[in-house]
């Protein structure tokens, strides 16, 4: 089969790692054979993955030489070894941080990582597992909220939903809201029930866009913004050290900004941090069952997933430049395989 790989420094003195990261130059097309899936795992066809910004930076990825990178998966199983799915399934999912694989003609996932595909395009649900389930641990693992009954696929009545709507009082600040993961925030909070507020840093290029996926209010960074229950931050930086001054006590603020894993104690020796605040960044897991859920809402057209740019797999290096880069488009950048 074919696999994109990462290839290792030509100069011995200085290796590629997390702070000398592999150029998109580094990665090349190899010709590896086909892996077996052990007891629990599937071998998918891979059809679609996702770049994701600045991901050759990632420690994970410079643990052995010639890693396969890739998470996001959608595709058709081959071999279903000890599964609940059959062959000639089409599926989507994650597989684990710890574990890429996916920027190849054939991957093995696991099981327990992996839903039945939702009725959209491979590039559409390539584009949905750790964005959307990062914004879903985001608000109901991390963030405090309580998971609705809709989200059990229950079939409700409008009557019914704009009731429970209206039981539901919490505030909740999205910022960075029309990116990758702020998107499927929006969207999930809304839903849910909970009065959305969308911060970006135009108003007048992302408000219409934002306001169709759910949100009450669009403001810009820097305006007051109010007090809210819960803060989930898609940027931080300067946005992020703000964010403390608009939480009410007893409020969650959940960074899943990568270069933010270190938020809490950076801001508490800064004094920038609050008392009686709950502050964390977290790491998506993932599972069979959010995917499921997932699935199912964008099937019921809740959730809507979005595709800013998809490349053919031999064009990767070419692709990967783009997702680094300031491009226009919503959404996720994808790999066709």
């Not at 070419?318 to 300031?326: I, P, T, V």
Request: glycine letters at 10%.
């Amino acid at each position: 089969m074919q696999a994109i790989r990462i290839h290792p420094s030509q100069s011995p003195s200085t290796p590629y790692s997390p702070t000398n990261p592999a150029p998109s130059t580094a990665l090349h097309i190899d010709k590896i054979p086909i892996p077996k899936p052990p007891p629990g795992h599937l071998l998918i066809r891979t059809k679609a993955s996702t770049i994701i910004r600045d991901m050759l930076t990632w420690p994970e990825y410079y643990h052995q030489e010639n890693t396969i990178p890739g998470h996001d998966f959608s595709g058709i199983v081959v071999d279903p070894n000890d599964s609940s799915f059959s062959a000639g399934a089409e599926v989507f999912g994650m597989a684990h941080a710890n574990r890429a694989s996916t920027w190849a003609e054939y991957a093995v996932v696991k099981s327990a990582e992996t839903a039945r595909k939702p009725a959209i395009s491979f590039e559409e649900a390539a584009a949905l597992p750790l964005s959307a389930q990062t914004a879903y641990e985001a608000l109901f693992v991390h963030g405090g909220l309580g998971l609705p009954a809709r989200f059990a696929r229950e079939r409700v009545d409008k009557a019914e939903e704009d009731e429970q709507r209206q039981e539901r009082k919490q505030r909740v600040l999205v910022t960075g809201a029309a990116g990758g993961v702020g998107l499927f925030v929006v969207q999930l909070a809304s839903w849910a029930g909970v009065h959305v507020v969308a911060a970006s840093g135009s108003v007048e290029r992302n408000g219409e866009f934002l306001r169709g996926l759910g949100a009450d209010e669009i403001v810009e960074y820097g305006n007051d913004v109010g007090n809210f229950d819960l803060v989930v931050d898609c940027v931080g930086g300067g946005v992020l050290e703000r964010c403390w001054e608009v939480l009410k006590d007893g409020g969650v603020l959940v960074s899943v900004d990568s270069a933010s894993f270190d938020f809490v104690e950076v801001h508490r020796s800064r004094g920038i941090a609050r008392e009686g605040v709950k502050a964390l960044f977290f790491i998506v897991e993932g599972s069979a069952e959010v995917l499921g859920i997932i699935g199912d809402l964008v099937d019921r057209g809740i959730l809507k997933s979005f595709v800013a740019a998809s490349f053919p797999f031999e064009r990767v290096q070419e692709a990967y430049d783009y997702a680094n880069g300031r491009y226009e488009g919503r959404g996720k950048v994808v790999l066709t395989i």
